[in-house]
């Protein structure tokens, strides 16, 4: 008969790690070493491999030691004709001698076969480690079928015919992949970029991205790369540095700082400088919604390809009309007087400070105007308004969201004031009234704001100081009155994790 014994704690615990599938390389060696020289330590790991497998298929879930020592009183059956009445030791009083050295065998194969299969199971985990978790999802079509909260592992490829996945590593840098396009992820440091544009916004480790013209070394940074043509690779620089290489020749490299490019294309290595345009790409998915007003296309054009304070910014020039964000689908519908801009536009920050949408003077002109882009108004002097945040939430897993507002009175010195804005949960004429902010007395940026001496007007950024869920949002001022201003230059929203 089998002695009734347990090994030392050590093991006990080896082997908890083991069948919880926590063990490193080194407990698997550590196991391959002393099974077969310890018949306790081979008795004990052979029960308790044998019943974890029976419970785990019997249950459906992982079993751990600590579980099975919780059914020390339970009868388990074992394959053959013997059975045990405890968890602690074979017992076999009921079978012959013989049974019992036929056995013991094959005992020893068994241990011998689950070692193998243990090696295989730790050194595929430890290969495919998790890498990058995906956070976010717009219109993706990928063959891997991520979803939000999965994990990309080391070693596989994402392939997106279509849309934009968000994913980010445990130590904080953040990459969106535009799709059509193929990305393979050796590891969180190490990618290959096969074709597509890739948006990294890095925050922990130095990564390194092989391209088909070479390899891009972040140096801390923000950039793009755009390689939907395969016979040219394009870096786009936001924020630090990088390095381009040809096949990772230190000799044959190219570094770029913030607010260029380079270019390289076809049989020709040394890539061309230019202006880095961040309307190539798509900011992280997570990334704050930003709204705002311009003077012209040309402004529109000129925000929408700059990285004003890491926004995703959607331009308007018109008086009143409807706007599907990018890659998102928020929408904002909006009706005004007129657009005003006065002061500098030297920045991209002054561009979308001196330039905002106007009140009405009178609740007819708001109500005419509200009614030609289907909007409902209670005689305000202006009205914007926000639809489908809660698909917004839901794509990128924010339970909520906060907002603020950039406001420019166009006028300078002390003869301009600026009226309340309330903030409305749906419609303004049926709806709950969310809150309100008042004309400051103090705390306005500089009528220079940030263009030295040349701006005009007096600068204002608010939030209301709440947290938000509403799935429609109504913003509006009362109609205009001089020297009183109801003028918004952008809104902002964001999301709250």
């Given amino acids: ?81 013997y059975r045990s009445t405890t968890l602690s030791g074979l017992h076999m009083d009921n079978a012959s001698e013989p049974l019992k050295q036929r056995l013991r065998f ?97 925050k922990g480790d130095p990564i390194l991205i092989k391209v088909p013209r070479g390899e891009i070394t972040d140096l801390g940074t923000t950039f793009g790369i755009d390689q939907s043509s395969p016979s040219t690779t394009r870096v786009d620089i936001f924020d630090g540095e990088v390095r381009f290489s040809e ?52 402004e529109v054009e000129r925000i929408e390809s700059g990285l004003a ?12 009309g409807s706007m599907k964000s990018k890659e998102s689908p928020v929408e904002m519908t909006w009706a005004g007087a007129r657009i005003y801009s006065t002061g500098a536009s030297h920045s991209l920050e002054a561009t979308i400070l001196h330039t905002h949408l106007c009140g009405f003077t009178s609740p007819l002109e708001t109500q005419q105007a509200a009614r030609k882009v289907g909007l409902k108004n209670n005689g305000n002097g202006l009205i914007i308004q926000f639809t489908n945040i809660d698909k917004w939430l839901e794509q990128i897993g924010a339970p909520s969201y906060t907002l603020e507002l950039y406001r420019n009175s166009g006028l300078q010195g002390g003869s301009s004031f600026f009226y309340p804005v309330s903030l409305f949960n749906g419609h303004p004429a049926t709806s709950t009234l969310l809150g309100k902010l008042d004309s ?30 509403a799935n429609t949002l109504t913003l509006t001022t009362p109609v205009r009155k001089l020297p009183y201003r109801g003028n918004i230059s952008g809104v902002v929203l964001r999301p709250v994790f």
């Fill in 106 to 202: 094959p005992l020893s194969i068994a241990a011998a076969l689950i070692i193998l299969s243990l090696i295989f199971i730790a050194t595929d985990r430890i290969l495919h480690r998790p890498a990058f978790e995906v956070v976010a999802c717009y219109g993706s079509d990928s063959s891997s079928r991520l979803a939000n909260g999965e994990w990309i592992r080391q070693g596989d490829t994402l392939k997106l015919a279509s849309g934009v996945i968000e994913v980010r590593s445990p130590d904080g840098n953040s990459l969106t992949f535009q799709g059509p396009g193929d990305v393979k992820i050796l590891n969180q440091r190490h990618l290959v970029l096969n074709s597509g544009r890739l948006w990294a916004d890095l």
């Fill in 1 to 81: 008969m089998l002695e009734k014994t347990q090994p030392d704690r050590e093991f006990v615990e080896l082997v908890q790690r083991v069948l919880n599938q926590e063990a490193s390389l080194d407990d698997i060696a550590h196991l391959n070493t002393r099974l077969p020289i310890d018949p306790i330590a081979l008795q004990y790991f052979v029960e308790m491999r044998m019943l974890h497998g029976a419970l785990e298929n019997e249950l459906g879930s992982v079993i751990s030691t600590e579980d099975l020592s919780s059914l020390e009183d339970r009868l388990i059956e074992f394959p053959g004709n």
């Fill in 440 to 469: 400051p007395k103090d705390n306005y940026l500089p009528a220079d704001h940030p263009d030295g001496d040349v701006g005009a007007g007096y600068r204002l950024i608010q939030q209301f100081d709440q947290n938000l869920t």
């Fill in 247 to 298: 096949g990772g020749d230190s000799h044959l490299a190219v570094q770029a700082i913030k607010g260029e490019s380079l270019t390289s294309t076809g049989a020709t290595w040394t890539p061309e400088k230019g202006e880095a345009d961040a309307s190539l790409y798509t900011v992280g998915l997570r990334s704050p919604l930003a709204f705002t007003f311009a003077a012209d296309q040309n």
């Fill in 309 to 320: 304070f890491g926004l995703q910014w959607n331009a308007t020039f018109t008086m009143a």
